[in-house]
């Protein structure tokens, strides 16, 4: 593997040693964070309609994470056992991409991406299959051209021709430690379409599918789409079609993950893990989850930052009493206001 060039991070990159990787792999240590969410930009080609890349795009602040900023997140990644390179943006936009992933890996990270899927060519692929990555997930919010439209500038077929291209590379080179997902956004008024995901999955060799709803509203009009804990009749109706759905990509052998709003959840729990997980946007802020920082150069008062990992140690920012704080807020029922109106607070 190529050794990553990080200049000006000040920290020494030091592999896992032997008797670490024995713990951790043979007798099943566990690392105090499953996942880093990294953003590695916030640029994106799509026009999305229930973004906020969309819906904030005069006052959207576009840019990428710089490889020596990647390099601050260090501390983090050898404590964590995933990390995501995915947030506000594409990912493969980023020229510096498969060196960040190289890194991660150089930390004993699984490392894992969502892309819209535009970029992907024969050679971007064989990058992908050959740098270590064990899933890329391709993001989809219908199964047919007319259910995927609120996904403007992303063609439904390209996608698909994006996965298959992909898929081709994965066999041709027996790429059997990489696993293709879809990303699948269930929107109200297009419920129904995700009954097509098993044969779409199957037809294009998808492993699995993690479906998610609309739990950030960029713009009130958006509400329709959602599911929220109060909406119990709306919430029977989308469990029974997915708990369908859920059977028939079992039948078929493929992997199907959905959590829904309970009316009678607790809200003491998050479906995004913050007490074993963390957000970094792309300008090295720290926050809890991704939608608590959104790039757009507005006055938020759902934004939530702790500290910058360019000017501040990031084990330190973590530990800091107001980070920790917020954690414990949300495990006591009294979350910090930029959560009590969240779904996944209440998702089982």
Known sequence: ?????????????????????????????????????????????????????????????????????FGRIWPLMRKSGRVHLQGW?????????????????????QVSSTTCGLRMDPE??????????????????????ASNASRCGVDFERVCDAVSVLQNVRRDRTGVHLEIHFAYLMLASRIGAVRGLPLLMERLGVHAAVISTLDYLPDPGLAAEAFQPHE???LAGAAAILGETAA????????????????????????????????????????????????????????RVFGNVREQDPLAIWESEGFRRFRERLACGDPDHSCRACPKRFMK
């Open 232 to 234: 119990a009749e709306k």
């Open 89 to 109: 943006g594409e990912p493969l936009l980023n020229p510096a991409f498969f060196e960040m992933a190289a890194l991660a890996r150089k930390a004993g990270c």
């Open 248 to 303: 028939e990509a079992r039948r078929r052998g493929l992997g199907f993950h959905y959590e829904l709003p309970s009316p009678g959840g607790a809200g003491t729990t998050c479906r995004e893990n913050i007490s074993r997980s963390l957000f970094i946007a792309a300008d090295g802020a720290v926050s809890p989850c991704v939608y608590v920082n959104v790039p757009a150069a507005v006055v938020d008062p759902r934004r």
């Open 1 to 69: 593997m190529k050794k990553p060039s990080i200049t000006g991070s000040g920290i020494e990159f030091r592999e896992p040693g032997f008797w670490e990787t024995v713990r951790e792999v043979f007798l099943g240590a566990r690392r105090p964070f499953d996942c880093i969410q990294v953003e590695v930009t916030s640029r994106c080609p799509g026009r999305c309609t229930y973004c906020p890349h969309t819906t904030l795009k005069d006052r959207w602040q576009a840019r990428d994470m710089d490889i020596t900023t």
């Open 124 to 145: 971007l692929a064989l990058r992908i299959v050959e740098s270590g990555i064990d899933i890329v997930a391709f993001s989809l919010a219908g199964t047919d051209a």
